[in-house]
């Protein structure tokens, strides 16, 4: 059971290149979503899904773009990138609708270190 | 809005010490409140879900809905829970998860 898994780890951008992260999981969770990583500012949203066909932007989702054709697959899109993005990348997931028991919060992705120059 | 407070960037303590790391939320529905613990680059790890009431690590936090805090709290620092703890709320009926921005905590022999 691989969870959620992330790939790449690092990556070093050129301003102006485009790329896309990829994440998978293999839990059968409805929910999707991707946060950024910066120093002082916490995890904050960029986009989430709640279902195959369905997505919306979270806190800061400029310049960012994702689709979710399966349960499975939830990329994360960088149309231009910029050094204001450089980040640490999580993807994160869970069911819709969470049980109550301690196993059944959001699942991490072990993250994605991007750096634009 | 949901809204998420860790007042403390950094906190340092000796190992033995008390430790309570403070969470203070804005909701105004009834929120569902965790605490992810995130080791050196590593992926976060849930610690502490307030719904479950486990303690994880021999860490416990209640929720207080008077003051809106949900403080994470241990008697007995180890020096391995020096890690980055970051307190998160989940509004009723959304399913995005909000954080606060986190609280480092170091715990020195």
């Known amino acids: 059971n691989a969870g959620v898994t992330q790939t790449p780890k690092f990556q070093v951008l050129k301003t102006g290149q485009s790329m896309t992260l990829q994440c998978a999981q293999d839990m059968n969770h409805e929910y999707m979503s991707w946060y950024r990583q910066d120093p002082g500012m916490g995890l904050r949203l960029i986009h989430y899904?709640?279902?195959?066909?369905?997505?919306d932007q979270g806190e800061v989702p400029n310049g960012y773009n994702v689709s979710r054709s399966t349960t499975e697959d939830f990329p994360l899109r960088l149309l231009s990138a910029a050094p204001s993005q450089t980040s640490v990348y999580f993807c994160?997931?869970?069911?819709?609708?969470?049980?109550?028991?301690f196993g059944d919060g959001y699942t991490f992705g072990s993250g994605t270190r991007l750096t634009v120059v | 809005a949901q809204r998420v407070t860790q007042p403390e960037k950094l906190l340092s303590v000796f190992k033995g010490a008390p430790v309570e790391l403070k969470c203070n939320y804005s909701?105004?529905?009834?929120?569902?409140l965790f605490w992810y613990v995130q080791y050196s680059r590593q992926r976060l790890q849930l610690l502490l879900r307030h719904i479950s009431r486990e303690s994880i690590k021999g860490f416990t936090a209640d929720l207080n809905k008077g003051e809106t805090s949900f403080h994470l709290k241990k008697p007995f620092a180890q020096e391995e829970d020096s890690a980055m703890y970051y307190c998160a709320l989940r509004g009723t009926g959304f399913q995005k998860l909000v954080f606060g921005t986190g609280t480092r905590l170091l715990v020195s022999p």
């Open positions: 909701y105004s529905g009834s929120p569902e």
């Open positions: 994160a997931s869970s069911y819709v609708g969470q049980g109550t028991g």
């Open positions: 899904s709640v279902g195959a066909g369905i997505t």
